[in-house]
């Protein structure tokens, strides 16, 4: 999605690459300029061609649901078709208009993935990142149907979330927090998770950004500004990645989508393997629509439709938010009462003229009216809250081309009581990463002493896309990000909980500048603090990506700065994603934790962790290094040629992404994928394994296609139960992580150990209880290139059970195929 920033950027279109205003920047930074090869340039376009587009059917539930929406397109004549599959401007940031004489009463399409943004009286929830940290699928689903609900009590159909693209190949990608971990399997469990919490709410969900949408950088073309609305300077950025790589990693969390029957699919900015994500008929006809068996429908990006009939014919079924794809020329007149489209007006004269086929717009809008039916959305859903246009900057109304029938009440209050339950994620997604001299949980300290601009409130009001120096981070930037009514400030809920301990003084400095450039002994009274806090912070937005992995506004110095002189210095991150943490084994460093974007609730959050109200049992969705010169894979921040192709990104290291990197390369690291300290300890002990049936077989059986493929995929073949003791003084949850190696007959390039498997467990002391995973098939299983089958590799797999991707408590060798 664009949203707020098409609009910033309209006028702009020759700002291309990086955005430089505001934060600060590392020392690692912005200077990979990817090889170019010329050969492999002038083969840009290289997606092999798959057509027809598949007809959905209703298979895995929906039957009834497409016939009802067979019998709807039966009604329609061809105008009327062409605008059902095409957005308008309205209150939403994505609007399908009404057709009253059916009862229709539209489509209101909403970001995004951690609120309904543009909306008043909505709640901020943790972002992707935090659910991912939490490993927790109930928090996931609960998450998911809080959010849900406050969609359906706005009238929002659409909810534009959840994200599993970009995933996190790089650390550097902006959007990485709207996502949850850059692991497949994790990744693939909050996309399952969210998308049935959202739509056992009554909201339809959307998997975005499909796919290889792994940087934002030249994410969308450059047109010429004095040429028309196609004129191009430079395409957009064209992810290229194998076959392989693409289903066991990028694919994997899409097909848990499509198994959670998601209404709908987003596709993206990028293009792959130099397609245009809307107009690649591999992507979108092939993997999506056959092999995965997706009945919903794929809408565009915002912008990203770049072309009409062909991307249809691809397998694109919706345009949003309608218009030509150009910033700034989105909403230009054309036809009176209608937007000049790729879509809209030109489906019609193509159906007419016989250049495209109407049942294929007949299949476009069944796709978007099964789950409309399936959901019940026929059935008193609420009306669109009016305020909605007064807020929709995107498209106000002075940019409307139809009457929009704003009925009911206006400014509706859908927040309920979440603000309990977004403290409790904020908690859970806090990361624990280390803990000594006994610093952590707080004992009541009577002086405290906070440092850092990420303490305090905000300085630039509430709704925030630019990068600010002063106030707590809760959410990124973009349309990602949501409208706070209201935010708990570390200081403020520290300042409350001290109170209540009788504590004698909460000394705060909040300029990081002043704290770094200061001996911080000048600035303390006499009597020595007990704690010293600091609270640094980590921006991250679409449209950008990061040029640090270090924590913004000079943090580093800050840290220094307290430690050399506070022998007690805990450390708190409000951050993206990825840190590099130089100052960890600062001996005055006595805890740090990763508490991510937690939402509106983050100073509650944070204080029931300190204060050891919550044991922490936030586990990292991705591996810190020891520098961020370590990391492999960046974006492609330049070029140097000015062909029109010529962004391209090389997936080249296929599957070794984060901890498959490291491990493959034996690098150490810092704190790896997986890792998090509790307030107790935990002990795994008697691992087993069992096969499920008799004589499982390499390849699996071939079942007729549902949502999420071949079902054969989906079915478990073997379980392993391990036993999770709590041996240390405190009640915690344990998240025991079960990670696979492949044998040695899997093809080159299998990562040693991968994760397939995870739980979160109470545990109170002394308890012991077993813990059973399922692996499914295609959790033992490669992507076979030649047999394009999922296929288990005969010999030793190595299982392996543990509090994270390096402390594997028990490990155990089985055979799958036939050595039981
Ligand atoms: C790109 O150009 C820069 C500056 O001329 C040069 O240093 C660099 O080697 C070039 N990179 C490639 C991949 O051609
Ligand atoms: C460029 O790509 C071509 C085609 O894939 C390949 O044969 C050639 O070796 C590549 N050249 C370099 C310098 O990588
Ligand atoms: C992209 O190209 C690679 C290399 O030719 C191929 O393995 C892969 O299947 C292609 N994927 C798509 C979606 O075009
Ligand atoms: C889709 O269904 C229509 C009939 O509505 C049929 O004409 C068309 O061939 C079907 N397309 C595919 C790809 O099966
Ligand atoms: C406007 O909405 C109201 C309430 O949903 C409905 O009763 C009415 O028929 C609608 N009018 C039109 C013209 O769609
Ligand atoms: C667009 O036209 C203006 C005025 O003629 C010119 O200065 C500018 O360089 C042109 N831009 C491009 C990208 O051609
Ligand atoms: C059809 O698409 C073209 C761009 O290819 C655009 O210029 C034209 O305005 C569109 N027509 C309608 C009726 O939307
Ligand atoms: C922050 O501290 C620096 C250094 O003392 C000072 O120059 C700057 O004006 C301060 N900023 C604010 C907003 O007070
Ligand atoms: C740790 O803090 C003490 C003050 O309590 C200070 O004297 C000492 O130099 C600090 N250590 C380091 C390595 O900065
Ligand atoms: C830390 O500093 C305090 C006061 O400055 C002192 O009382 C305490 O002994 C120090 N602790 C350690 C472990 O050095
Ligand atoms: C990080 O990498 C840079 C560049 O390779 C190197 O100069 C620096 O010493 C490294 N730092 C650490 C802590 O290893
Ligand atoms: C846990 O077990 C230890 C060792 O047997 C025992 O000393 C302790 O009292 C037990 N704690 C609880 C809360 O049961």
Redesign the pocket.
Known sequence: MATLLSVLLAGSALVSAQDFSGGSRGEDAFSWVQPVNTTILTEHGSSPAVYPSPNATGAGGWEEALQKAKEFVAQLTVDEKSYMVSGQPGPCVGNIAAIPRLGFPGLCLHDGPLAIRVADYASVFSAGVSAGASWDKALMYERGHAMGQEFKGKGAHVALQPVAGPLGRSGYAGRNWEGSAADPYLAGVFMRETILGTQDAGVQACAKHYIGNEQETQRNPVFDPNGTDTDVISAAISSNLDDRTMHELYLWPFADAARAKVASFMCSYTRINGSYGCQNSAALNGLLKTELGFQGYVMSDWGATHTGVAGIEAGQDMDMPGGLGAYGTAFAEDVPGRMPSFFGGNITLAVNNGSLAETRVDDMIIRIMTPFYALGQDKDFPTVDPSSAELNTFSPVSTWKIDWNLTGEASRDVRGDHAKLIRKHGAAGTVLLKNVNNALPLKAPKNIAIFGNDAAEPTQGQLNQVNYE?GTLAAGGGSGTGQLTYIVTPLRALQDRAASDNAKIVQYWL?N??IA?TDIDTLLIPDRPEVCIVLLKTWAEEAADRASLHVDWNGDAVVDSVASKCNNTIVVTHSSGINVLPWADHQNVTAILAAHYPGEESGHSLVDILYGDVNPSGHLPYTIALNATDYNAPPTTAINTTGVYDWQSWFDEKLEIDYRYFDAHNISVRYEFGFGLSYTCFAFSSLAAEPLAENISALPEKLDVVPGGNPALWEAVYNVSVSVSNTGPVAGHAVPQLYLGLPGSAPEGTPPRQLRGFEKVWLEVNQTRTVCFELMRRDLSFWDVVSQEWKIPEGEFTVGVGESSRKIGVEKMVEVLGGY
């Open positions: 002063y300029n500048t002043l450039d």
